[in-house]
């Protein structure tokens, strides 16, 4: 089974760390794949360059054991869809099991994922709980949005089956989805920055590399 946890990593901080060992325990995968995009398309205002976030990324898993960095993404050196890495991955693990992990705040837009319809062939899903998220897209139009209009409705609409167990995914190679609720950690990459940009301490919420390769690079301030 391969587990694929996309993002930004604008900055990479504690809760990225403690989502992805926590995933690889709950799956009991020996390993989860921290995939950085080389620019996120369907986001403006990314601060740190590819190579600054993928620096970033290798400095805080180094003593991490369970994680990997994927470096596709930047290696190709321009934007890319989640639909071509994707492409990439199965060519490369055949029919073994694939699941790329997407939090409920970004699994609201999956109607404008592009090609999202191939998704079901390619890939299993698992769906973080995000706090403060609650499963509905209100700006969803259209039939593939219709009845309840959360995203498990919509998910279903393409193509994808639900889930009960971790266990579930291990002998699919594509085609479900699994909810899951994971330890919250209250920080995220837009705190950090706004932290930094004020002179505030981040050392609670990064690691000691990230913070000094940061503070040496004078990333995120004003």
């Excluded at 994971?182 to 930094?196: I, P, Y």
Aim: with cysteine.
């Amino acid at each position: 089974m391969r587990l694929v946890f996309g993002g930004t990593f604008d900055p990479v901080h504690v809760g990225h760390l403690q989502m992805a060992t926590e995933l690889a325990d709950v799956m009991s995968s020996k390993f989860v794949y921290m995939m950085p995009c080389y620019q996120a398309v369907h986001k403006q205002g990314v601060a740190a360059s590819a190579e600054q976030r993928l620096e970033m990324l290798r400095l805080s898993l180094k003593y991490h054991d369970s994680l990997r960095v994927d470096e596709r993404e930047i290696a190709r050196g321009k934007s890319s869809f989640t639909i071509d890495s994707l492409l990439d991955i199965r060519e490369e693990i055949a029919d073994d099991s694939l699941c790329f992990v997407v939090g409920t705040d970004a699994v609201q837009g999956i109607s404008a994922w592009r090609s999202i319809h191939e998704f079901s062939a390619l890939t299993n899903l698992i769906v973080i709980d995000r706090p403060g998220y609650h499963g509905v897209d209100e700006e969803c139009l259209g039939s593939e949005c219709a009845g309840e209009g959360g995203y498990e409705a919509r998910l279903q609409a393409f193509g994808f089956e639900s889930a009960l167990s971790p266990n579930d995914l291990k002998s699919v190679e594509a085609g479900m989805y699994l909810k899951l609720k994971l330890s919250a950690v209250d920080v995220s990459s837009s705190m950090v920055r706004a932290r930094l940009a004020q002179g505030k301490c981040i050392s609670p919420y990064v690691t000691g590399a990230v913070n000094e390769y940061i503070c040496d690079n004078g990333l995120y301030r004003n």
